[in-house]
C-alpha cells in the first residue's frame, strides 16, 4: 500500500473512532473529552486531528456542535430536540421536543416572519446538584 493510502486509511479510522466517541455518549462531550477517549484506542493521535476531524464530521452534517459557556460541545442526535443545562456541573440533557408550536412562533409567522428552526434551552440546577445545594444551605 503507498503512503497515500495509508494516510487515508488511518483518517477513516480516526474519523470513525471520534464519531463513535460522540455517538455513544449523551453527555455531549467536548473536543477534550473526546480526545481522552480515542487516544485509548490511538495513543499517538493529537488534539489538533480530534478538532480536524470533529470539524469534518460537522461538516458533513453527521455531527452537531454548540457553544455553551465558552465550550464547543458536540451532539451526535440530529433529531430536534431541547436542552436543558446545568449552571453547576456543565450537565447538558436532551429533552424530546413537543410537536406543538410555541405562541412566540404562532405571532412571528402571523407578522409575515419565515421561522426555520429554534433553539431552546432551560438552564438551572440538575437534581444532583440541587440536593447538593439544599445540604449545603
Ligand atoms: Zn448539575
Ligand atoms: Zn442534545
Redo the contacts with the bound molecule.
Sequence with gaps: MDATRRTARRSTRQQRLVFEAVSTT?S?PTAEWVYEAVRRELPRVSLGTIYRNLQRLVEEGRL?SFERAGLTRY?A?LEL?D?FSCVRCGL???IPRAPEVLPAERRLRARGFAVEGRTLEFHGLCRKCRRGASSNG
Excluded: W
Aim: hydrophobic share 20%; no cysteine.
Design positions: 449523551r455531549h452537531r451532539d442526535d430536540h436542552h447538558l440533557m436532551d
